[in-house]
């Protein structure tokens, strides 16, 4: 039972210190500000939008394509 107790206790102790050890990494981070958010997003709405144009040209050629081979 001893044993059992003291297992336990190097557990917490090495997840507090692994908390603590994390929280010391998220100070080091750089969060980016809000202009810095919303032009990062906007970038990705766009391009999510261009591609998405791309495979839809792209799919109709194919579908008109294979249409005309087949009849």
């Not at 557990?11 to 507090?16: D, F, T």
């Not at 994390?22 to 969060?31: M, R």
């Not at 202009?35 to 791309?54: C, F, P």
């Amino acid at each position: 039972m001893v044993q059992w107790m003291q297992k336990a206790q190097e557990s917490v102790r090495h997840l507090a210190e692994f908390f603590e050890e994390s929280w010391q990494e998220l100070k080091k981070v750089h969060w980016p500000s809000r202009k810095e958010t919303y032009a990062a997003t906007l970038v990705v709405i766009v391009l999510v939008i261009l591609i998405s144009i791309y495979l839809a040209v792209v799919d109709l050629g194919l579908t008109k394509a294979i249409q005309a081979i087949i009849d």
